[in-house]
């Protein structure tokens, strides 16, 4: 990464190491570590399989409600246009409050089987905007509610 691309602001700095899953291991018997746009894509993953408070109740991170996505709300509904505008509203916005340096490209819902697994493209930023890597993706399986 070159030096023109580097933010000051910690929230975008990619080369952090972070853990990458609550409760996963690696051969030595430590939690996994990882850093860059390994970490940043754990991060995604971490938001949109958590819940975030609802008026039905409260979201999985107890002492910070805003946090998490509301994707779950929609497990039940039929496929229409305005779910899916929904869907790409609610990972968005799960998204930019956790990893506010990953720009959205692409959300898609794909069904396979019972199973609903969401397919997120997304572009790491600097935090002023410019992108500091190619555009990469994951999929993510829909917490039920």
């Known amino acids: 990464m070159s030096e023109e691309f580097k933010s000051t602001d910690p929230r975008f700095d990619v080369t952090k190491r972070g853990i990458v899953g ?9 939690f996994v570590a990882r850093s860059g746009f390994e970490l940043m894509r754990a991060n995604i993953a971490q938001a949109l399989g958590s819940g975030r408070a609802t008026e039905e109740g409260p ?17 039940h509904r039929n496929g229409n246009p305005a779910r899916d505008e929904v869907l790409r509203v609610y990972v ?7 990893v506010p340096a990953a720009r959205i490209t692409r959300v898609q819902l794909v069904r396979r089987g019972r199973a609903s697994f969401i ?9 002023n905007g410019r ?5 990469s993706g994951l999929e993510v399986p829909v917490p039920e509610k």
């Open 22 to 30: 609550p409760l996963l291991r690696d051969q030595k018997n430590d």
């Open 59 to 75: 979201g999985d991170v107890a002492w910070d409600g805003t946090l998490g996505s509301k994707v779950a709300s929609l497990t």
């Open 92 to 98: 968005v916005d799960a998204v930019r409050a956790a």
């Open 119 to 127: 397919n997120v493209r997304f572009v790491p930023t600097d935090g």
């Open 131 to 135: 992108d500091i890597g190619e555009e």
